[in-house]
């Protein structure tokens, strides 16, 4: 569970991750009616562990910036929060759709993301108490399809150089005033520098 010699735990990273995420991208929806997250995930249990978990969510909160942009995309989430039948197996196939091609950690965080953007359309569905429901099958999925990938791939603080660059490509497609972003990819990764090095030296 824990990421070899330094303490961290992967499963509780990213649980926390995801409902940051959720929790960030519903701070744009106004509705009285979400219910809290917090008893559904565990939390994270060190202040690194939490700078891990914010800067991990502002480089998905970008990286997955590109969803929004792929149509076919939308129309599956609209097609989880808006049909009818089972929306837990709706969200599996919106899972699978992700990793067609195979996990890395760019896909990840597309799947994270979607998870957030899901759960704006349930409250706008006025389908609130859903969120929580949302949080449970992305969880879930993480646990029994990604953790152990993620641990054998060295655990999230491996994931910043790919997360970077993504970012950092998806950033720079953009328009010329969104350039200022590269800050946060910049100081995510001396954060994630900085946290290995620490590390290190404890182990």
């Known amino acids: 569970m824990a990421c070899a010699g330094n303490g961290m ?8 991750l995801i409902k940051e995420v959720i929790e960030e991208e519903l701070k744009d929806v106004p509705s009285e009616d979400v219910p809290p997250l917090t008893p559904l995930t565990v939390e994270v249990k060190t202040e690194q562990e939490e700078k891990l978990v914010k800067q991990l969510s502002k480089m998905i909160r970008i990286v997955g910036d590109r969803v929004q942009h792929d149509q ?5 989430i609209d097609g989880v929060a808006s049909g ?7 969200f599996r196939q919106v899972a699978d759709k992700v990793f067609e091609d195979g996990i890395t950690w760019e896909r990840i965080a597309v799947l994270i993301y979607v998870a957030g953007r ?14 929580r429901e949302v949080l449970t099958w992305a969880v879930n999925f993480f646990k029994n399809n990604l953790l152990g990938w993620i641990q054998d791939h060295g655990g999230w603080i491996n994931s910043f150089s790919e997360l970077a660059a993504a970012s950092i490509q998806r950033v720079s497609s953009m328009s010329s005033h969104s350039y200022g972003l590269i800050i946060i990819f910049l100081a995510g990764m001396s954060i994630g ?3 290995t090095w620490r590390l290190t030296r404890q182990s």
């Open 118 to 131: 899901l759960a704006v359309k349930m409250v706008e569905a006025h389908l609130p108490q859903s969120v």
């Open 193 to 195: 520098s900085f946290i």
């Open 72 to 76: 076919e995309f939308q129309d599956v």
């Open 9 to 16: 735990s992967d499963e509780r990273i990213g649980e926390a």
């Open 84 to 90: 009818s039948g089972s929306k837990s197996e709706r």
